[in-house]
């Protein structure tokens, strides 16, 4: 019997196959888990239905994060199509390209305020809206990184809004707290993701990353995955307000 067998996980954020949150849906699948999916339109929900179709009775549903009625209609959705979530994963973020390059100093007032509202704010707002449905003993996750408290150059204002979103990780453990619904973060790694491919210098950087991280690599989605089947399991019943780091143990080193 898997670890998440009988249980319903909203994965926010697939993309793609290379997607850290595909990752993750794949490890819950192997677990027992049924998964929904959300996709942003229609450009993107060819990809995820195609990824859908290995999954376990799957549900897809569209949602625009940036967009409170989306939100509201999504947990409409859910609740007439599975009635309880038991995990929320929220894997979503952006920024401007130009707002990844250059100086964080010349970070715009827009594109700042809308790279903290997809990367950020929604967390809030997902977990608002689905928190209605999930039981005592359920568990919200994201995905955060190293940048949020140390800087890495070309990372710029999305480093300011995964520092914003663990400091909301840790407000809602908090406020859930009280009826047993846990919230916790996973910093991953640098993964060739879509999205990584934005900030400059990746490839250069990763080959860095491999010589001073202590297991001598990077990491892939499925051991993000398997990170994410614990924290979403009984198995981390007593874990709260936490940041799991899954990066072969880069963030130990001071060089």
């Known amino acids: 019997m898997g670890l998440l067998e009988n249980r319903c996980a909203l994965v926010m954020g697939v993309a793609n196959r290379w997607s850290i949150a595909w990752g993750i849906a794949r490890a819950f ?36 994060v940036s967009r409170d009625e989306d939100l509201e209609a999504l947990r409409e959705e859910l609740r007439r199509q599975v009635g309880q979530v038991d995990v929320l994963v929220h894997s979503i973020a952006y920024a401007k ?23 950020s704010y929604s967390l809030v707002a997902c977990t608002r809206a689905v928190a ?37 990780v840790r407000y809602l453990a908090y406020e859930l707290g009280e009826r ?51 924290l979403a399991s009984p198995l981390s019943r007593g874990v709260t307000g936490q940041v799991l780091f899954v990066d072969a143990g880069y963030h130990i080193m001071g060089v």
């Open 97 to 119: 390209t130009e707002d990844l390059r250059g100086r964080f100093l010349d970070t715009s007032r827009d594109g700042y305020l809308l790279a903290q509202n997809v990367s």
């Open 180 to 230: 047993g619904i846990r919230v916790n973060a996973i910093s991953a790694g640098p993964i060739r993701t879509a999205s990584a491919r934005a900030v400059a210098g990746l490839v250069e950087f990763i080959e860095a990353y491999k010589q001073r991280a202590p297991l001598r690599r990077t990491v892939d989605a499925d051991e993000v995955g398997d990170a994410a089947v614990f």
């Open 29 to 64: 699948h192997r677990e027992g888990a049924r998964c929904v999916l959300t996709y942003l339109g229609e450009r993107e929900e060819e990809n995820v239905r195609k990824l859908a179709a290995e999954l376990r009775n799957p549900v897809l549903l569209r949602c625009d």
């Open 132 to 168: 209605p449905l999930m039981p005592e003993g359920g568990s919200v996750l994201t995905l955060t990184y190293l940048a949020s408290e140390r800087v890495f150059p070309n990372y710029n204002v999305m480093a300011v809004c995964k520092a914003a979103l663990e400091a909301c």
